[in-house]
């Protein structure tokens, strides 16, 4: 069986003191879905903060970073043209233990780089140390774990197979985005609509309409609108 997770890089967070968050190891992935727990998404709110968090360069037309501890952390992803989520899609075989995963300095926005191997180039690279590699061929998409390695892992999969999966991983990202958005009106309540339409930005997924009010429901966040 071949399983399709949009994950988030995602680093130690011992320090953090901003929101509650997840203990979390170093350089693991933690994948993005509505299932996630309270603290699962502050964790992956602070990543997604923190992969933008670059100080305003001159001549670079952003105001100034707010002196406030929060503001100045939220600020690279508040006023950024251009977003990163560190990350991308994990795929894994589940019947050979096989995990092709995102390398390093590819984001999650970037997986529109997938429709390149299902309709246009038939190949995409997603990173590297490892250098994942995408190849479509004919009816059939080859995954190579590490493309520097002459015995790398292979997974290979239909191409209505993989269009299906990553379908799914849209999905698990609005769910997510539903989620978070609850999250921050509980949260961050005065920066719900900009931390929202940012975040919406961030994993490039059309924004919903603004969350009205929060409520706890079954042990998890709900936004009702």
Same mark, same amino acid.
């Given at each position: 069986?071949?399983?399709? #997770?949009?994950? +988030?890089?995602?680093?130690?967070? =011992? =320090?953090?003191?901003?929101?509650?968050?997840?203990?979390?190891?170093?350089?693991?992935?933690?994948?993005?879905?509505?299932?996630?727990?309270?603290?699962?998404?502050?964790?992956?709110?602070?990543?997604?903060?923190?992969?933008? /968090?670059?100080?305003?360069?001159?001549? /670079?037309?952003?105001?100034?970073?707010?002196?406030? %501890?929060?503001?100045?952390?939220?600020?690279?992803? +508040?006023?950024?043209? /251009?977003?990163?989520?560190?990350?991308?899609?994990?795929?894994? =075989?589940?019947?050979?233990?096989?995990?092709?995963?995102?390398?390093?300095?590819?984001?999650?926005?970037?997986?529109?780089?997938?429709?390149?191997? +299902? =309709?246009?180039?038939?190949?995409?690279?997603?990173? #590297? /140390?490892?250098?994942?590699?995408?190849?479509?061929?004919?009816?059939?998409?080859?995954?190579? !774990?590490?493309?520097?390695?002459?015995? %790398?892992?292979?997974?290979?999969?239909? !191409?209505?197979?993989?269009?299906?999966?990553?379908?799914?991983?849209?999905?698990? *990202?609005?769910?997510?985005?539903?989620?978070?958005?609850?999250?921050?009106?509980?949260?961050?309540?005065? #920066?719900?609509?900009?931390?929202?339409?940012? *975040?919406?930005?961030? +994993?490039?997924?059309?924004?919903?309409?603004?969350?009205?009010?929060?409520?706890?429901?079954?042990?998890?966040?709900?936004?009702?609108?």
């Amino acid at each position: 069986m071949i399983v399709l #997770h949009p994950v +988030l890089e995602i680093c130690a967070s =011992d =320090d953090f003191t901003l929101w509650p968050v997840a203990e979390s190891a170093p350089y693991g992935f933690l994948p993005l879905s509505g299932a996630l727990g309270p603290a699962e998404v502050g964790t992956a709110v602070m990543r997604i903060a923190a992969c933008n /968090d670059i100080a305003p360069g001159a001549g /670079d037309g952003r105001p100034p970073r707010p002196a406030d %501890s929060l503001l100045g952390f939220l600020h690279g992803l +508040l006023t950024l043209d /251009d977003l990163f989520v560190s990350g991308g899609l994990r795929i894994t =075989d589940t019947a050979t233990g096989t995990t092709f995963l995102p390398g390093c300095c590819t984001g999650l926005e970037e997986r529109g780089d997938w429709l390149h191997v +299902l =309709d246009g180039t038939g190949s995409a690279s997603f990173g #590297h /140390d490892p250098s994942p590699l995408a190849e479509r061929h004919g009816d059939t998409v080859r995954l190579t !774990v590490d493309a520097e390695r002459e015995d %790398s892992p292979v997974i290979e999969l239909p !191409v209505t197979d993989l269009r299906r999966l990553l379908a799914g991983a849209e999905r698990d *990202l609005a769910d997510f985005l539903r989620l978070a958005t609850a999250w921050t009106a509980l949260h961050l309540p005065a #920066h719900t609509t900009t931390l929202a339409a940012a *975040l919406h930005r961030a +994993l490039d997924v059309p924004a919903e309409p603004p969350c009205r009010e929060a409520r706890r429901q079954g042990g998890q966040t709900a936004c009702w609108t």
